[in-house]
């Protein structure tokens, strides 16, 4: 029976020689995931189930990253059950303050997920990881907890959507323009249960940047999973960073698809998600002075150090609109430091923004960038639900960093056009 | 086991923010959660709701983060069940592990109005509309999500079985 990449890592994790779209398995784990809001539930349920041990204290990790540093008492307890836990089970990949990153960001940068890797976190984007070659999904914390004492979860194979990539981004757009793009066209639940399998010959035109921002945001068209082939941009960035052997699978020739997309790189224009959806996507071009109050560059879909370099271009020796406010977030301490390194940092400051270290803040609401009641902001995260970034009747819009930068120096939403 | 109460209706999409917004997301403390239990899109559903009421939706319940606090919130506050035309991923194998009853009825959502009177037998998955004295027959588990159900949950599940 062909199958299609995802089919055959979990069906190598499931031991068997085969599976269909539809089939129950009970797969291997490679990593289990979990972060500061989600590990303290995870915990209380391993404790009350009565599990005293984890199945590997290497093969989960727990990264402290969205109210850290603590935003407040309540917030401090929720890391420091995380600390204790991770301390007295030596979990060798736990992540505090000062190593820490947007979870995200930060795994596939210390090479702790790899390709072929079978993985399950307790955050919605855990499906950032396809971009890798790795089957990669979102799981609950009752899944983190079962998953931590196990190593083992169960998975309803998924029936899979080919998106077939052509042709060349053009300058002023990213991978986060494609994957708008895509939610845009397939709906927040177009792809439902399924895996997002990205493939054509325009992938060699996507650095890894790009396609972990893409893999990141297919949980936006509902996927189980979104998955780049393993191929020489993937090497590369995995060389010497992958801290397991890593394992190349393709798919089948025949692999069956329930639906082809086909993209084409070199139609795709700068796109913003307009409130409250994901899907509700326009052309920048078409959104004629939307003013707006705050502009937030960073989150685990666009924190990357191809994000920062595309706001510094955009963003250095210009100054932010008055009363816009600009905040900047590297995913990564190393991120953090490039910035510096690179005088990206101070170029940010000059321009009026402000620079956190890495936190997801902002990007679900919880600290470092609040809204008020009918303020406005264009952010490089990845959800504009109602009351995302704080007050209900605030509003979100998703862009690149190429369009949100561009729109701070603006003041109002627009696209990014070279001088 | 069945439930009975009042339906509470809402539309497609509704997100896991919205359900239990991440401002609150700072205790894992389910009783102090649910008191925030649809803030942001129904301020009086905490006030209003009782035990065995029904929760009534459109396609996608439970859209966006991957947060078990938002099935573990609408559980902890007496809801009995949640129709909807359809389930986000994670939060239908979050309400499964958890043990909140969860029905997939395309009809039932479109048909049942906010207010009706609702039955529903989980064995069986027909829901009953005492109101308008409607039934509707809803898609059953498969076997397997079945047993985790029977055994009360996830971790309940794993402890009888041992890992392949």
């Known amino acids: ?419 | 086991m069945i439930t009975q109460g009042k339906a509470f209706k809402y539309p497609d999409n509704v997100d896991t923010d919205v359900i239990i917004p991440a401002r609150y997301l700072n205790t894992p403390d389910a009783k102090e959660l649910a008191q925030h239990c649809m803030e942001d899109i129904d301020k009086e559903f905490v006030k209003n709701v009782n035990a065995g009421d029904v929760i009534v939706a459109g396609w996608n319940f439970g859209c966006g983060s991957s947060r078990e606090h938002a099935p573990l919130v609408i559980k902890t506050c007496g809801t009995g069940c949640v129709i909807a035309k359809s389930f986000a991923r994670i939060f239908y194998r979050n309400a499964i592990n958890i043990g909140l009853p969860i029905l997939e009825c395309e009809k039932a959502a479109e048909e049942i109005k906010a207010g009706d009177k609702i039955h529903v037998d989980f064995d069986t998955g027909i829901i009953t509309d005492i109101t308008t004295d409607k039934t509707y027959e809803a898609q059953p588990f498969p076997e397997f999500i079945q047993a985790i159900i029977q055994k009360g949950g996830l971790l309940a599940a794993i402890g009888e079985r041992e890992p392949q």
């Open chain 1, 1 to 419: 029976m062909a199958m299609t990449m995802t089919q055959k890592i979990l069906a190598k994790h499931a031991g068997v020689d085969s599976v269909d779209a539809g089939q129950l398995i009970n797969a291997k784990l490679d990593i289990v995931l979990g972060n500061d809001i989600t590990t303290p539930v995870a915990i209380g349920e391993f404790c009350k189930a009565g599990f005293t041990d984890v199945f590997d204290k290497d093969r989960i990790a727990i990264v402290l990253d969205h109210f850290v540093p603590n935003k407040d008492i309540k917030s401090a307890e929720q890391s420091k059950t995380c600390r204790q836990f991770a301390c007295h089970h030596c979990i060798s990949h736990f992540y505090d303050v000062g190593k820490m990153g947007i979870e995200h960001a930060l795994l596939p940068e210390a090479g702790v997920v790899t390709a072929g890797d079978c993985i399950i976190g307790a955050d919605s984007h855990t499906c950032t990881y396809g971009a890798l070659g790795a089957f990669s999904t979102g799981v609950g914390s009752t899944d983190m907890a079962a998953g931590m004492a196990t190593g083992m979860a169960w998975f309803k194979v998924p029936a899979a959507i080919k998106i077939d990539i052509t042709g060349k981004l053009p300058e002023n757009c990213s991978g986060k323009d494609v994957i708008l793009t895509i939610i845009g066209k397939l709906g927040v639940d177009g792809a439902l249960y399924k895996s997002m399998e990205f493939t054509g010959e325009g992938i060699k035109n996507l650095s890894m940047d790009d396609r972990l921002c893409i893999c990141n945001m297919a949980i936006e068209a509902g996927a189980k999973n979104g998955i780049f082939p393993v191929d020489d941009v993937t090497i590369q960035y995995l060389e010497g960073r992958s801290q397991r052997p890593y394992m190349i699978f393709s798919a089948d020739e025949d692999a069956v698809y329930d639906e082809v997309i086909h993209v084409n790189l070199s139609e795709i224009v700068p796109t913003v998600s307009c409130p409250h959806l994901p899907s509700n996507t326009k052309a920048a071009a078409n959104l004629h002075h939307i003013k707006i109050d705050q502009v937030v560059i960073g989150s685990c879909t666009n924190g990357r150090l191809e994000d920062m370099e595309a706001a510094y271009n955009i963003l250095k020796g210009r100054q932010i609109a008055q009363g816009v406010r600009c905040i900047i977030i590297p995913g990564t301490m190393n991120i953090l430091r490039e910035c510096v390194q690179r005088g990206w940092y101070t170029a940010f400051i000059d321009a009026g923004a402000v620079v956190s270290t890495p936190t997801c803040g902002p990007c679900l609401g919880g600290y470092m960038g609040i809204l008020a009641a009918k303020e406005r902001c264009i952010a490089t995260t990845n959800r504009n639900f109602v009351g995302r970034m704080g007050h209900v009747d605030s509003e979100v819009y998703l862009a690149s960093p190429h369009t949100a930068a561009a729109s701070a120096l603006a003041g109002y939403i627009t696209e990014y056009k070279e001088d």
